[in-house]
Structures are given as structure tokens and as C-alpha cells.
């Protein structure tokens, strides 16, 4: 009697682009590999690479090399005579619907006002959280109430959070500064801003909320929040009343990298507003100086997001170095430290865009730079060297933290960071390889991005797609993805049953209870947008 072939095919389920290094991921497979057009004919047939071990699925790996196929079309891919799956594409601008939805996305995150239904389609809503008088928290060292009101809701909660907005934005400021032309022109259907690109036109939404973050004495509070987490509901029947909580150090040098790289953005558009973020870098920074230590951590009777960060020298390096590039102030100018270690940005890791700005600005930081590039390539070539083995990915044991799938994603980042430093191909195509992964090669077989993929998340922990009764989760979101931590578990009602599979990388449920690992934040779908966009960007033209 034959045996059926148990093998599984691991692949990038929105496809691959024709001139692109493409890969997919097979467990259990033996043999050949035929890859089949939709008129039954075999195209190419490939012996998978021998198998590696990885870590994080403690599986036996082959990885697939297709690249040779560059004819768009839909295929299957056969082992032993047997079809393991039909959705394989191949399609001319790949990621750019994906870089339209993973950046529409913040559009829905919204606060302070409705969601039209010419934008929104089915998931049109009402204003949430309308009332831009809101009070200063004792945490804040003051009292009375501030004006502040626009700003992007930070995950599946409706907390606005000034350290992970720092890096969302910073990302995405990121994504628009390093390809200016191809943004100039995309657009997804959000309101004009007068005459920005929409990528800039969906910044300034937020950029105007941190803004109104200040103090006046230059120094930026924390966060924008309730007291408590809201219910499932949707964001105008959250009333509770909301509070400006905390001050502190790590918010006020995130928010003056964010400005000083907003001034230089924005200026070709609007140089007062450029101006104004200016000024505000300089009065936050100035800040932060006189207030080196002031690390925030949630007051007692505050339960929202805390992002509490103990170690600020990175957050400091970071603004020192955007303002330094953006006025020439030589006052500015850090020292970069070549033993410095967390290089991979994250919400509580800054040094990293330190050490990537500087490699790429030789002729305002001198010998630094190339100090900074020789840090960046030292990492990156392991990466590379990661990614030719196991799914393809960087990802270790260690990296399967609370959103793990932004971990894949910075990591991409820093890739396509030692690419554009190099244009060595080996750095595209690792970087490459983390779309592969969070858009379906992976061990859960699972597309990470709503909306998108054979298989994809449905049950997302996001309050709006909870309560809005529509079946479909709002579009164009990367939930955090596999981790062992377990934070979620528990007999309550809204707490998980244990999902936990024994290894990181399968940890995972598609759950509303699982804000350990189904929920989605702006700073995961930034580095996400980034290598989508990047990789359109890059092959534009
Ligand atoms: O992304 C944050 C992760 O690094 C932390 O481990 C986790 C627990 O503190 O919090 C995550 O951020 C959450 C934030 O505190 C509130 N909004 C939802 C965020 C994503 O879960």
C-alpha cells in the first residue's frame, strides 16, 4: 500500500515577487519538489536543501529555493505526485497592497473622530473619546487639565502611549523619509490633508496628538489613558473619564527624535509646522537633560499600558542624534559606543536608529559612522547567516517575547538598514525572508496580517473588531504572534485557556482572550508596513 506523504508546505500566502529570491518551508517532506501552472504542466522541479533543526518548533526543516520561476501565475506545489497546496503566486507589486492596508490600519486607530463609511466600508464608527479636556493625573507633579485630542489608539486597548508612539512614528516617518518618491504617490483612501502624500497626511494625525503631550516646561508626560482598561466595547462607549498620567524622561527624548525627524520631513510641506516640531525636540531635549532618571512607572491606581522603561541612555542617543542631523548642532552629537549590544530597535531599545542614522550620515558625524556601520554589519551578517537555515528567519528562542512578530519585523529593518549601507543582495534577501515568514512561512502555517492570506487571523484581541459585530476583524493588522509567556491564561472569564504547545514558536491562539499573543499594536504593524513598503519601494521604477 502507498503511504500518503505527510509533508507540509510552509509559504509566503500573498506571494512573491517575479524577480525576487523566493523560498518556501517544508516539513516532512522527501523527494522532489514539482511546482505545477494552473494548465497541469510541471514549470520547475527543485530538490529541497537538506533538512536543519529549528529551535523554536524543535522541528527538521528544508527550505525550498524556487527563485528560477519568475513567470506570474498561481501554482501547486507536488511532492511524490501529491499536491501539498494551490495557493502558491507569483505577481508583479506583491506588497503593495499589503503596505496600503498595514498602513491604512492607523487610519482606524483614530481617536477623536468618526470613521466615514467612504473611508471605513463596512467598519465605519463613531468618534471615540471626543472630549479634548482632559485632566492631569497627580503622576504628572501637577494639576488641572490640558487640551489634547487626535492620535492613533495604541493596540486593542484605546490607551494613547507617548514611548510606543515614538517608535511607531519614527518608523514610519522612517519608511516615508528613506522613499520619498514612491510615497509621494501611493494612496489608500484616507481624508486629505491638504496636500500631503497619505503617508504624511496619516503621521501628522498623531504627530498633532504628541504634540499636545508637552508641558510647558518642555518636559513630555507619559500617556493619554482611563484608569482602567475599557470592556469590549467600541470607542465612543468608552466614557470613562481620561487622564494625562506621568512625565518622564524616556517620553520626553523619544518625542524630541520623533520631532527633530518630523521637522525634517515635513519642511518641503509645511515649514511652520516643521518649525514648531522643531522647537519641540529642542524644549523636550533640553528637558530630558535637566531630567536624566525620571523613569515612569504606572501610578497605583492606573492599570492601562505602563511601558515602563528603566534604561534611558538609548532613548537619549536617539534624540541626540536626530537632532544632531537635523540642525548640525554639534551639541547634540552622541557618542556612538561600538559595545553597546541591543542593536535591534524595540519600544524600550532606541540605540539601534541611533547606530543606523549615524552609518548613514558620514558627512555630519565623521569617523562615527563608520563605527556605527561596522556595529551594523557585524549583526547583520549574522542575521544573514540565520536566515539560511530552519523557516528562514533570525528568530531564536529568545526573540518569541510579547510580540514576537515584531521582533521578525525590526529585525527585517535592520537588514534592509545594512543593505541600503552596502547594497549587498544577501541583506535583501534575508530581510526578504521576514515577509516570507509573518505572511504564512511559519510553523503555524498562518498569515499574521488580518485580512490577508489563505489562513489568517480572525479573532483578534482589538476591542473594535470585538464589538462591532462585523465578522471580518478590521483589515491590515499584525497581531504580536507566538510566544510561551502565557500572560493570558487563567480560570477568569475573559483570561485564555492554556494554548502553550511547549515551544515558542506554536504558542499562539487565534482568540480574543489572548492579548499575549493575538493582540495587535501600532509599533508591531510599523516594522511590518516598513519592509512591505520598503520592498515595493525598492523595486519601483
Ligand atoms: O508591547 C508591550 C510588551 O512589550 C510588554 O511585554 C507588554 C506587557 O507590559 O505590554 C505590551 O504593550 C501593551 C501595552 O502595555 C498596552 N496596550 C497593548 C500593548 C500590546 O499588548
Known amino acids: 500500500a502507498t503511504v500518503a506523504n505527510a509533508a507540509t508546505a510552509y509559504i509566503n500566502q500573498i506571494g512573491y515577487r517575479p524577480a525576487d529570491p523566493k523560498e518556501f518551508a517544508l516539513v516532512d517532506g522527501s523527494g522532489d519538489i514539482e511546482i505545477v501552472n494552473a494548465a497541469g504542466q510541471t514549470v520547475l522541479q527543485v530538490t529541497p536543501k537538506a533538512s536543519s533543526y529549528w529551535a523554536p518548533s524543535t522541528q527538521n526543516v528544508q527550505l525550498v529555493d524556487f527563485t528560477a520561476l519568475t513567470v506570474p501565475g498561481t501554482y501547486s506545489i507536488k511532492q511524490g505526485g501529491q499536491v501539498l497546496r494551490s495557493d502558491l503566486k507569483i505577481a508583479d507589486k506583491t506588497f503593495e497592497d499589503v503596505t496600503k492596508a498595514a498602513l491604512k490600519w492607523y487610519y482606524y486607530q483614530r481617536a477623536s473622530m468618526e470613521l466615514e463609511e467612504q473611508y471605513a466600508g463596512q467598519w465605519k464608527r463613531a468618534a471615540g473619546h471626543t472630549n479634548s479636556t482632559v485632566t492631569l493625573h497627580n503622576s504628572t507633579g501637577t494639576s488641572g487639565t490640558i487640551q489634547s485630542s487626535k492620535g492613533w489608539y495604541d493596540a486593542g486597548d484605546y490607551g494613547r502611549y507617548i514611548v510606543n508612539s515614538g517608535i511607531t512614528t519614527y518608523t514610519l516617518l522612517s519608511l516615508y523619509e528613506h522613499f520619498p518618491e514612491y510615497f509621494n504617490t501611493l494612496k489608500w483612501n484616507i481624508p486629505a490633508e491638504g496636500t500631503l502624500p497619505d503617508l504624511l497626511a496619516e503621521i501628522k494625525y498623531n504627530l498633532d496628538w504628541m504634540l499636545t503631550m508637552q508641558a510647558a516646561d518642555g518636559g513630555v508626560y507619559h500617556k493619554l ?313 525598492l523595486n519601483a521604477g
Not at 478 to 502: F, L, M
Open 225 to 537: 489613558s482611563t484608569l482602567q482598561f475599557p470592556g469590549d466595547v467600541m470607542p465612543a462607549k468608552d466614557t470613562e473619564k481620561l487622564y494625562v498620567i506621568g512625565k518622564g524622561t524616556a517620553a520626553s527624548f523619544d518625542f524630541a527624535g520623533v520631532m527633530a525627524t518630523a521637522y525634517r520631513v515635513f519642511k518641503t510641506f509645511d515649514a511652520t509646522y516643521a518649525a514648531q516640531c522643531l522647537e519641540a525636540a529642542k524644549k523636550a531635549y533640553a528637558w530630558g537633560l535637566q531630567n536624566p532618571n525620571k523613569a515612569f512607572t504606572n501610578p497605583s491606581d492606573v492599570a492601562t499600558g505602563s511601558y515602563s522603561d528603566g534604561e534611558l541612555s538609548d532613548e537619549k542617543a536617539f534624540a541626540s542624534m536626530e537632532l544632531f542631523i537635523s540642525t548640525g548642532d554639534a551639541s547634540y552629537k552622541p557618542t556612538i559606543d561600538p559595545n553597546k549590544m541591543s542593536i535591534v530597535p524595540a519600544w524600550p531599545e532606541m540605540y539601534g536608529l541611533a547606530v543606523y542614522a549615524a552609518a548613514t550620515h558620514a558627512t555630519e558625524v565623521g569617523a562615527d559612522a563608520e563605527t556605527a556601520k561596522q556595529m551594523l554589519l557585524q549583526y547583520a551578517n549574522e542575521f544573514a547567516y540565520a536566515a539560511s537555515s530552519g523557516f528562514g528567519v533570525v528568530m531564536s528562542n529568545e526573540d518569541f517575547v510579547w510580540g514576537s512578530n515584531a521582533v521578525a519585523g525590526n529585525q527585517g529593518v535592520f537588514l534592509l538598514y545594512a543593505y541600503y549601507v552596502t547594497g549587498e543582495q544577501k541583506y535583501y534577501e534575508a530581510a526578504k525572508k521576514v515577509i516570507d515568514y509573518l505572511l504564512g512561512k511559519n510553523p503555524l502555517d498562518m498569515s499574521f496580517l488580518t485580512g490577508f492570506g489563505t489562513k489568517s487571523p480572525k479573532l483578534p484581541h482589538h476591542r473594535p473588531s470585538t464589538a462591532d459585530k462585523i465578522t471580518d476583524p478590521v483589515p491590515g493588522m499584525i497581531v504580536g504572534g507566538p510566544q510561551p509567556g502565557g500572560e493570558d491564561i487563567g480560570s477568569k472569564s475573559w483570561e485564555c485557556k492554556d494554548y502553550r504547545t511547549g515551544v515558542p514558536a506554536t504558542s499562539y491562539t487565534d482568540n480574543r482572550c489572548s492579548y499575549a499573543t493575538n493582540e495587535v499594536a501600532i509599533n508591531w504593524n510599523a516594522p511590518f508596513a516598513y519592509i512591505a513598503g520598503a520592498l515595493e519601494a
